[in-house]
């Protein structure tokens, strides 16, 4: 049986350049204006996916531009097949650190991760904070209608044993979820942004061509 690699992202081959990196660093710079202006603006998912849409896909970018690259087997079952069909994905996974906080961009199976951990303890035990899954390569929702799965957009937020999790496409008209969720992101994204400024401003890193 033959293997191939998706090929899930059209530049993938190519690695990402120096401008698009510094568009991506952009676009989250932009999202975090619009959203900062717009909080109270956000009453359902449709708000949710006209702000947030694209920061999925920013994400992956910054995930390839700055991580390393793994592999990872995966299985498709087509119907009328009595067997599945396996290839090979591409994952990619980024850290930084600063100021006792760890950041990490993952992107995996479609879904951008971004998380913010605190760094404590001698062996540097990493708990984590926060966390925001979204769609890497679609939009969030068709006006109010999710166009992911309810599991394919959240945002966690953990404080000592009290766990918190924002579901947007479980509940589309649901006020505190959409606020809650973007909160996190936006506290995510900014996070991560400032960490990138201060780290290499205007660097794509290890994917640059």
């Given at each position: 049986?033959?293997?191939?690699?998706?090929?899930?992202?059209?530049?993938?081959?190519?690695?990402?350049?120096?401008?698009?990196?510094?568009?991506?660093?952009?676009?989250?710079?932009?999202?975090?204006?619009?959203?900062?202006?717009?909080?109270?603006?956000?009453?359902?998912?449709?708000?949710?996916?006209?702000?947030?849409?694209?920061?999925?896909?920013?994400?992956?970018?910054i995930a390839m531009a700055k991580g390393g690259e793994s592999q990872e087997r995966s299985w498709i079952i087509n119907a009328?097949?009595?067997?599945?069909?396996?290839?090979l994905q591409r994952i990619y996974t980024f850290r930084m650190f600063q100021n006792n906080r760890e950041m990490s961009v993952?992107?995996?199976?479609?879904?951008?991760?971004?998380?913010?951990?605190?760094?404590?303890?001698?062996?540097?035990?990493?708990?984590?904070?926060?966390?925001?899954?979204?769609?890497?390569?679609?939009?969030?929702?068709?006006?109010?209608?999710?166009?992911?799965?309810?599991?394919?957009?959240?945002?966690?937020?953990?404080?000592?044993?009290?766990?918190?999790?924002?579901?947007?496409?479980?509940?589309?008209?649901?006020?505190?979820?959409?606020?809650?969720?973007?909160?996190?992101?936006?506290e995510c994204v900014e996070d991560l942004v400032r960490a990138l400024l201060a780290d290499s401003p205007g660097s794509p890193?290890?994917?640059?061509?």
């Amino acid at each position: 049986m033959q293997d191939w690699k998706f090929e899930l992202w059209p530049w993938e081959v190519e690695g990402v350049s120096r401008a698009e990196y510094n568009s991506t660093l952009d676009s989250l710079k932009r999202f975090l204006k619009i959203a900062d202006a717009d909080q109270f603006q956000v009453f359902a998912l449709e708000d949710v996916s006209a702000l947030a849409s694209l920061v999925g896909h920013d994400l992956c970018v910054i995930a390839m531009a700055k991580g390393g690259e793994s592999q990872e087997r995966s299985w498709i079952i087509n119907a009328g097949m009595n067997d599945p069909l396996s290839g090979l994905q591409r994952i990619y996974t980024f850290r930084m650190f600063q100021n006792n906080r760890e950041m990490s961009v993952i992107v995996k199976d479609g879904l951008s991760t971004l998380s913010k951990s605190a760094v404590v303890g001698l062996q540097s035990y990493q708990p984590e904070d926060m966390r925001v899954v979204l769609p890497a390569d679609r939009d969030i929702a068709i006006g109010n209608v999710p166009n992911v799965d309810v599991e394919s957009i959240y945002a966690m937020h953990v404080q000592g044993v009290k766990r918190e999790k924002f579901l947007p496409a479980a509940e589309p008209y649901n006020v505190e979820i959409q606020r809650g969720f973007m909160h996190i992101l936006r506290e995510c994204v900014e996070d991560l942004v400032r960490a990138l400024l201060a780290d290499s401003p205007g660097s794509p890193g290890k994917g640059q061509l």
